[in-house]
């Protein structure tokens, strides 16, 4: 029986044994989850909201099996997300002024009364001013996948203002499901 280490030279005519980087081991394992458990994220408030967002889309996909019970999950679901609202105002101004004025004045009094005047005025003027106050909604979610040893396997994340037809929090929630099926089918071109 021949045992090689990492130091050892592949023997003569045998083929070395191919290096496998980090990536292409968390990339196997990533292979391996069928069952996810999610558990709670730190944040504000919303997190709790953010969470079950996951779990919705997570489920959705029909490739894992969500469970509740940490102890017989493949791997955890961890991190943090924040659902924020808040109002941006944007104040602008603008003014043009023109003013001018030429005065000459002469005058005497006494015995020859002379008098003299001469006087020119003007002016101009425009302003205009506006203050918008917008109404923002931004979320925003960092997330990792590890293994039962706390391993990580996973990690992403992910920022949203919304969409058209949907809210900033289910937008996160998408984009962490989406990174993490393309990531699961570039194990699995990788990896053939």
């Known amino acids: 029986m021949l045992l090689l280490t990492a130091e050892d030279p592949a023997p003569r005519g045998a083929a070395a044994a191919p290096k496998i980087t980090i990536e292409e081991q968390n990339l196997g394992q990533l292979l391996r989850v069928r069952k996810i458990f999610v558990d709670r994220l730190t944040g504000g408030d919303t997190a709790a909201q953010i969470r079950d967002m996951i779990l919705s889309s ?93 391993e990580l396997i996973w990690a992403t994340t992910q920022e949203s203002n919304g969409g058209k037809f949907r809210g900033s929090s289910a937008d996160v929630a998408d984009k962490i499901t989406r990174r993490l099926l393309e990531d699961l089918d570039r194990a699995q071109r990788m990896l053939k």
């Open 58 to 150: 997570l489920a959705g996909t029909h490739k894992f099996v969500i469970t509740e019970n940490p102890e017989g999950a493949d791997a955890t679901l961890r991190g943090s997300a924040e659902d924020l609202v808040f109002t941006e105002v944007h104040n602008t101004s603008d003014s043009v002024n023109v003013r001018g004025n030429v005065g000459r004045g002469r005058g005497t009094s006494g015995v020859r009364d002379t008098r003299q005047g001469f006087s020119l005025g003007g002016g101009a003027g425009e302003s205009e001013s506006s203050r918008i106050d917008e109404r923002k909604h931004e979320a925003a979610a960092a997330v990792r996948l590890v293994n039962k040893e706390g």
